[in-house]
């Protein structure tokens, strides 16, 4: 769940989802649906659904032992599975992630572009080198640490920093300039105009096709423009960010029309057992 999202956002989601699955079996048996409505809101679902085929690989096989284990499972990358096999099973493995590439990034001075595979080959390599066998887990999480604390990103907290003076980057001035990353595209904005339709059954929803790579089977409002001549009344307005696309959203709430897409009616009370994609539930909290 903190893949890409803050601390204080995943909290509440992480209490409700070990409450609807308290251990691993419980989420393995569990459908798919049910795990993404737990996850709904969180966005990259990509995550539950590997969690979820995870759950189940470790259910059906056994427990891992191990940094390879780690790796056979669905959604594991190499830092994720190096954090376990250290921290869990003392494995020495160097955990490298954003974090942990800035600090080798400035104690070693390299200049790399820190998206490149060629630098993050370097960085893990440094890191390997550099990694406490003896006490693995305990290297890699005071690492990951020293990164998000005192190695930040802008203003390195260098003067309370325990490895200052091995620092090439503070050694030569140069901490506020590395690492060296390439700037981000620049969002573009897109408009997206959406129809809150309701009737005395609730809710009009529809489902995405199961063969959209993100959404897959969520369920969320039906653009505006599905319903030619409806017209409906602006409610709310918002944006939301994924990757470079900042969509400004408005959504127009309205009696149902005659004719209506393929889609289902889904009470208000049926809604938190349903899989609903974040911009949908961002947009129901705003029209209520």
Known sequence: MLQQTRVEAVIPYFERFLASFPDLHSLARAPEPAVLAAWSGLGYYSRARNLHRGAKQVAAAGEPTGYEDLRALAGIGPYTAAAIASIAFGQPHAAVDGNVMRVVSRVTGDSGEISSPATKARFTEAARLLLD??????????????????CVPRSPRCAECPVARFCLARATGRENELPVKLKKNASRDVPLDLALVSNRSGLFLIQR????????????????????????????????????????????????PKTLPAGTWFSRAELPAIPLTTVTRKALTLSK
């Open 133 to 150: 066998r003896g006490r693995p887990g305990d290297f890699n999480q005071a690492m990951m640490e020293l990164g998000a604390m005192v």
């Open 209 to 256: 096709a199961p063969g959209e790579r993100r959404l897959a089977g969520f369920w969320e409002l039906p653009a505006k423009n599905l319903f030619p001549r409806w017209r409906g009344q602006l409610t709310a307005q918002f944006t939301h960010q994924i990757v470079n696309d900042r969509f400004r959203i408005s959504v127009f709430k309205g009696p149902a």
